[in-house]
């Protein structure tokens, strides 16, 4: 017989025993609030509200907390359903909000909504760029040589006849859809289908170009995944790339990537391409190998989104939420990987000016 009866007795230390004992299994959450001042980012996540928000109606959530929420959302790569609902029940994403098992959580409606207002605003790239500078200050992004690379943001497939398909690489939408308003808004026309290894993809892809010193990310670019890789090359590099090595693999190569990386005076340390009459020499086949042992550590980068963020999976639709969503997820692998860096290198920023 059971005589199981449950309690609604709580001890008033029995959360923070829970918490203890997940710290001591090691919390990411825990570990990342630790070292970030999120103060830092309030002056531009408050861009978000146009206006000043008047006294009339319920309080609005503060922007901080709702960028943290983004943050939690792209490190697990939660939908918004899923987000509330895992800050409703989980402790370790309450510490991290700062929020207590009394507290209002944003309903999903709400984190669509700032989230939306954000990315209209392009306010994830800011934010990113104003992070990157800090990490450039204290040299952890140390200039002292890139490497460049692309990956795969896949979106829902598209159910769409090739003729549909045909219509929408021209840029125009069946006139059926004209009458279904509903349907058409569930149509990505921005998201395209490409192949690799034999392998089919649909939807985008996060350029990115990575600070060969501690694996940050420096730039980046989103386009749709049928845009080659060395086409967003010029967009990749800057000035403060000058002398330095530039790593990527013989997908960069080309008359158009030669002139694009002497136009910004970098050292191409590309892979070289063999070709049905021209093979690689011996010669060339050893360059590229020993290029290969700096330019794997850019795997490490689209590693941790594929492993510890859960994959690069884009759930909304159009060019620019992809946009915003590759944003927030290079933003968020830059904060965890600062965490990292802090952690087993011992290398901090003494101040986080604001």
């Known amino acids: 017989m059971n005589n199981y009866k449950p309690t609604n007795t709580t001890s008033l230390f029995s959360e923070d025993y829970r918490l203890e004992k997940l710290s001591k299994q090691g919390d990411p959450l825990e570990r990342l609030n630790k070292i970030v001042d999120w103060e830092y980012f309030r002056e531009t996540i408050e861009k978000v509200h146009k206006k000043k928000m008047v006294n009339a109606g319920p309080k609005p959530y503060d922007p901080l907390l709702m960028f943290k929420i983004l943050i ?9 359903f899923q ?32 989230r939306d207002k954000l990315i209209s605003k392009g306010i994830e790239k800011e934010l990113f760029e104003k992070f990157t500078s800090l990490l450039e200050k204290y ?46 808004r569930q ?18 892809k996060n350029h990115a170009k990575v600070d060969n010193t501690h694996k ?26 000058k002398d330095q090595n530039l790593w990527a693999d013989s997908a960069y190569t080309g008359e158009e990537q ?18 049905k009459n021209s093979p690689l020499t011996q010669t060339q086949k050893e360059s590229n190998k020993e290029k290969s042992k700096t330019r794997a550590r850019v795997e490490h980068v689209f590693g941790f989104m594929e492993q510890s963020m859960n994959k690069l999976y884009i759930k909304s ?31 901090t920023m003494a101040n986080w000016e604001r």
């Open 139 to 184: 040299g952890l992004i140390a200039h002292q040589g890139k490497i460049i690379d692309a990956s795969f943001v896949e979106a829902p497939r598209q159910r769409n006849s090739r003729e549909k398909n045909e219509l929408i690489k021209q840029g125009k939408t069946p006139e059926e859809w004209d009458d279904q308003p509903n349907k058409k």
């Open 258 to 275: 030669e002139k694009t990386i002497k136009k910004y005076e970098v050292n191409n340390s590309v892979h070289e391409k063999g070709y």
């Open 83 to 114: 987000l509330e609902y895992q800050i409703l029940d989980r402790l370790t994403f309450c510490r991290f909000l700062g929020l207590s098992l009394n507290d209002k959580v944003p309903d999903e409606k709400t984190v669509w909504s700032f």
């Open 216 to 241: 940050f990310i420096d730039t980046y670019t989103t386009t749709d995944a049928s845009v080659h890789d060395s086409q967003v090359l010029d967009t990749l590099l800057t000035e403060k790339d």
């Open 317 to 347: 639709i159009g060019i620019k939420r992809a946009i915003g969503f590759v944003g927030l997820v290079n933003l968020t692998y830059n904060l965890f990987r600062y965490e990292q860096v802090t952690r087993l290198d011992g290398i």
């Open 187 to 204: 149509k990505d026309v921005d998201a395209r289908w490409t192949k690799k290894n034999n392998q089919s993809y649909y939807g985008y």
């Open 72 to 80: 939690l959302q792209r490190y697990y790569n939660l939908s918004d």
